[in-house]
Every structure is written in structure tokens, then in C-alpha cells.
């Protein structure tokens, strides 16, 4: 168990602040709060209260609390301190040394590490006051997460939502190094494009980045997991704590995926090549008459996997769409027996790109997530699979 003083800020997304502690006390953390003036006219201290069973702490004047607990202390017992959502004027006072009201004087009076979730209009996240006061804060050591990208209560579009309370939830894991939702589950994950030679120097590939399967390896390996990542040929750093293996076809991802086993949860995102070719033992030279290709089927790994004898409790495919996204991931789930299949629509720019609406089709119904991080679609992911898992 780990102590979060959680201080709430003034701004829209302060409300969120109670799925926040909602999912930290879930992840069995206690957190204590503080309300600022500006975020009291956003959320009640009573609120805070009740999700968080502790005292809610608003003014650097009630002297009883200075009796009792003064706020060097209330800082000195956590082991971080969490400011959700951080406002613009927040981020400027802290990045000042302005120690005027309970927050700021703890901020400033204290060595606990601090995690701050920004949340504001586009134009003042952009304004280069704030992209000032980030870079101070990061260079004083603060960790402020990057805003989601998305719609905001103001109209208008663009970076400075506050990040998912899921995704929030697990940065503040991984800044207090722990997390074991997941703890002694083994997850097979497939990631990137395959690559089918067609001779020594040419191949058949497709557009697929690896970014998201990269990203859900991650996320898995943050909850606890030990992750085997079967990666196809992509350019991306192997992330924190997990095992991986390179593959360059599909065949030898099969073979990968099945030395593997056992898993207790196999997430198969590769975009894995439908077809190989005879391969020419020298390179095709270029004649009167363009060679022709002679396709043979590949193994459907996702699919020999969920019908396999030893087959993963929870089996999870992916699947890109162009169009009736939903109707054909939930006829794909039937037919290749899996028991999710996370669909996206790739008729835009999502291959290659960081963004990702994906939706969750599974027996019960399906659940959409609309313009994600991809980042945030894997810790959303993670967070699911630890859910399924637990019940
Ligand atoms: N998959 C796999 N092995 C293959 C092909 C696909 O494991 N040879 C997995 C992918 O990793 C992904 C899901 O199956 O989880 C996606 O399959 P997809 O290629 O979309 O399905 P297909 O059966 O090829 O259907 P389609 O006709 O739509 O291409």
C-alpha cells in the first residue's frame, strides 16, 4: 500500500479527480486530499471525502490542523504527491516558488516526489508562459504527464484534456514503481507487421508500426505481467520489462507464439502477413515478363491458438477494418474463436499514426474508445484484461 496526497485543482476536469481515487484506492493505495480554492468550486470536499475515507484538507489556516498535523507532515507522509487536474495558473505558481495557499506551501515544502496532470484550454497549453513553466517544472524534477488530445468542455479541439483517470492512475504506478494487478500472469503479446521474402532481397509487408502493440506490452509489463512480445520487423525500443523475441515472418511468429505457451493471456495485434511466396533461392531478375507470385496460405496463429488444447484462458485478437467496423469484428470473433476482438477502422491515418479509436467487442456487447493515444488505448487495454482476470 502506497500513500497519495492528491492535490485537486481549480478546472472542469477537477470532477474526474473522483474516478481517480476511485481506481487508486482499488489498486489498494490510500490517498489523502487536498482541495484548492479554485477546484472547491468544482468538487465538494465532501466528495473527496467519501471516495477517499480521510479527512479532506482546504486551508493552510485551520489551526487545529496545524496542531494536529501540520503541512510539512501531510506532505512528508506520502510517498507521492499527485496535483489532478494542474492548472495553468497552478503550473505558473508552482514553477515560481509561490507558496500562498495550502497546495503551493506544501509543494514547496516538500522533497516527495510530484506528478502533475495538466487539464486547460489549447491556447493556454500552448501559450509559451506554460510551455515555460513545463520545462521549469520537468527540469525541478516533476513528472507532468502530456494532456490527451481530444474535444474539450470549452468547444474547442485540441491538446489540454486531462488524461484518462486510468491512464493517470498507472503513470502515478509507475512513478511509485509498483504495480501487481497483474503480478504472475504471463502474457503472450504479437506486435509489428511480418515480412514474407520473396527472394534474398525483396518481401511482402504491410503498414503496420508495431506502435500499439509495443504500447499494450508496456502497459501489461507495468501492472506486473511478465510479457513475452513476439515482434515482427519494426524500429521501436523494447519496453520496460519485457521479455521479446524478433520474428520476421509468419511462420516463424507461429513457431514464436507457440514456444511461448503456457500463457494465462495471449493478445495477438501483429498484423501478420494472410500469405507467403515460394521463395526464389536467387534474386528475380528483371526480365521481359514480370515474375508472377505464387501466394500459399500462412497459419492463422490467432486462430490455431484459441482452438488450441493448451490455449490461453483469455485470447485477444485484433482486427483492422476499412468498413462495417463492428459487424465483421464480431463475425471475425466467432470465427476464429477468440474471446475479445479489439477492432479499429484504418481507412484513415491510424496505421503509423499515434491516435486510435478502437472498439471492444466481446460476448456481452461492445464498448468503444473514441480518439485515444494509442498509449492510452494499451493502459485502458491492460486495466481491462487485470478487471477480467480478477473476476
Ligand atoms: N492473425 C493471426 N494470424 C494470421 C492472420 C491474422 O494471428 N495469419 C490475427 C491478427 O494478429 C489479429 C487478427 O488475427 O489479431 C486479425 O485478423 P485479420 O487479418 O483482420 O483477419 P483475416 O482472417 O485475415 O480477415 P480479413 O479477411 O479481414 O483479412
Known sequence: MKRILLIVGGGIAAYKSAELIRLLRKRGHAVRCVLTEGGSHFVTPMTLAALSEDKVYTTLWDLTDEAEMGHIQLSRQADLIVVCPVTADLMARMAAGVADDLATTLLLATDTPVLAAPAMNVRMWTHAATVRNVAQLRGDGITVLEPDEGAM??????????????????????????????????????????????????????????????????????????????AGPVMLPTPAGVDRVDVETAREMAGAVEAALPADVAVMVAAVADWHVAVAVQKVKKGAMPPVLTLAENPDILATLASAANRPPLVIGFAAETERVIEHAAAKRLRKKADWIVANDVSGDVMGGDANTVHIVREGGVESWERLPKATVATRLADAIADALET
Open 153 to 230: 468542455a470549452c468547444g474547442e479541439y485540441g491538446p489540454g484534456r486531462l488524461p484518462e483517470p486510468v491512464a493517470i492512475a498507472e503513470a502515478i504506478d509507475r512513478a511509485l514503481g509498483v504495480s501487481d494487478r497483474l503480478a504472475g500472469r504471463h502474457v503472450l503479446v504479437t506486435a509489428g507487421p511480418t515480412h514474407e521474402p520473396i527472394d534474398p532481397v525483396r518481401y511482402l509487408a504491410n503498414r503496420s508500426s508495431g506502435k500499439q502493440g509495443f504500447a499494450i506490452a508496456g502497459a501489461l509489463a507495468a501492472l506486473g505481467a511478465r510479457v513475452t512480445l513476439v
